[in-house]
């Protein structure tokens, strides 16, 4: 063990439960590095969204890492997103992620402890390198890019264009030019000393973005060993369909999903199938999605077992229009011997064929 390198993680929220795409990518590399016996340490933001009491943690979860969690206030406030559009150039979902206390720890950490690699999960703790530059000068810090951040702002706004206002499309453009700035500045002047993107597009994408410091890409990963027994779903003529979307409905992107496909697909899809059921799960519902009452849907909330969700609810749905990265929902659903239908969007970097292994 003390020849092994240290690790440190930086998590812009706390990575368990891994209950969505970003949290299941950081705790299977928690999990490889642990099993190759290198110590690693855990520091996360411990947000309103994704709370955690470090005391609840499974012993064995706690086996494979030392965590640490500081409260951190990220929730979008009306007045200082505001404030920062008119008064500011910098970008105000990078600005919400800086916490004093969060930098204490972290300097506390570094004071006590050798690291010889820092890997940061995200575009969005970019602020607090300049911070492990001054007590770790020579630990390499790798940039974890769940997403090409500027991407998913640009799609969003897109999508946006077409809806009744004129705001959101302009805040969101602007939003997106901001992060496009900010990104593009610390991938081409060496901020990071190596880049980890999630799909070889993505590692394309930031070479041409102009980065020159090594990339190497990593796919989210999944844990299978607890996969429950299943066969292949085929929709029997005598059974109304089944179908599913399961995805953290606190992400805009989700959220415009769903509501797209109720709105303009499933009106449709009732009608020449009666009886069909879609059933919708996740955490953090919206209160929009709590008090859906629409003719075939059911919304289960957050479920305890998303794979025994996803096997017993046919037909999985990924209608995606924004967004970036891999869904591990469809990787976990595949693996399910689920069918699926999805947007190019929602398929992207998952390498797999329109009518071979996926309905696109």
Same mark, same amino acid.
């Given at each position: ?23 299941? #990518? ?20 411990n ?8 005391? &609840? ?7 494979? !890492?030392t ?13 200082? #997103? ?22 204490r ?29 001054r007590? !770790? ?11 090409? &951040?500027?991407?998913?702002? &640009?799609?969003?706004?897109?999508? !946006? ?26 991938v ?24 020159s410091v090594?990339?190497? =890409?990593?796919? !989210?990963? #999944?844990?299978f ?8 779903? =085929? ?19 989700n959220? &415009? ?39 075939g ?28 990265g ?19 969007? #929602? ?14």
């Amino acid at each position: 063990m003390e020849n092994k390198p240290r690790i440190l993680f930086l998590c812009n929220k706390f990575p368990y439960p891994a209950n969505d795409g970003g949290t299941i #990518a950081i705790m299977s590399l928690i999990k490889a590095f642990s099993h190759l016996d290198y110590p690693v340490s855990v520091l996360g933001m411990n947000t309103f969204k994704h709370y955690v009491n470090l005391k &609840e943690i499974p012993e064995d979860v706690k086996r494979l !890492a030392t965590f640490y969690a500081v409260d951190v206030d990220i929730k979008i406030k009306a007045f200082p #997103a505001l404030a920062n559009l008119l008064f500011s150039k910098k970008p105000y979902h990078i600005w919400r992620f800086k916490s004093s206390a969060f930098a204490r720890q972290l300097e506390g950490i570094l004071r006590r402890e050798h690291f010889d690699l820092i890997q940061i999960e995200g575009l969005y703790l970019t602020g607090y390198v300049p911070l492990i530059k001054r007590y !770790a000068p020579t630990t390499p810090v790798v940039l974890r890019a769940h997403n090409i &951040e500027h991407e998913l702002w &640009e799609r969003q706004a897109e999508e !946006a264009k077409s809806g009744r206002s004129n705001f959101r499309y302009a805040y969101l453009k602007e939003t997106a030019n901001r992060i496009r700035k900010y990104e593009t500045r610390h991938v081409t002047r060496e901020t990071y000393d190596a880049i980890v993107p999630i799909t070889h597009r993505d590692a394309k994408q930031f070479k041409k973005m102009g980065a020159s410091v090594p990339i190497q =890409v990593c796919p !989210a990963g #999944a844990d299978f060993s607890h996969l429950p027994e299943t066969t292949p779903y =085929v929709p029997s003529p005598e059974e109304p369909l089944q179908i599913c979307y399961i995805g953290a409905l606190d992400w805009t992107p989700n959220m &415009e999903a769903v509501k797209w496909f109720l709105k303009k697909v499933w009106p449709r899809l009732l009608k020449n199938h009666p009886g069909t059921k879609f059933h919708i799960a996740g955490r953090n519902m919206d209160s929009w999605f709590v008090g859906l009452n629409v003719p075939g849907v059911i919304v289960h909330g957050e479920v305890p077992d998303a794979y025994s969700f996803m096997k017993d609810h046919g037909i999985m749905i990924s209608p995606l229009f924004s967004g970036g990265g891999m869904r591990v929902k469809i990787i976990e659903g595949m693996a399910l011997s689920r069918p699926i239908i999805a947007s190019h969007v #929602a398929a992207e970097g998952i390498p797999v064929k329109h009518g071979e292994h996926i309905l696109l």
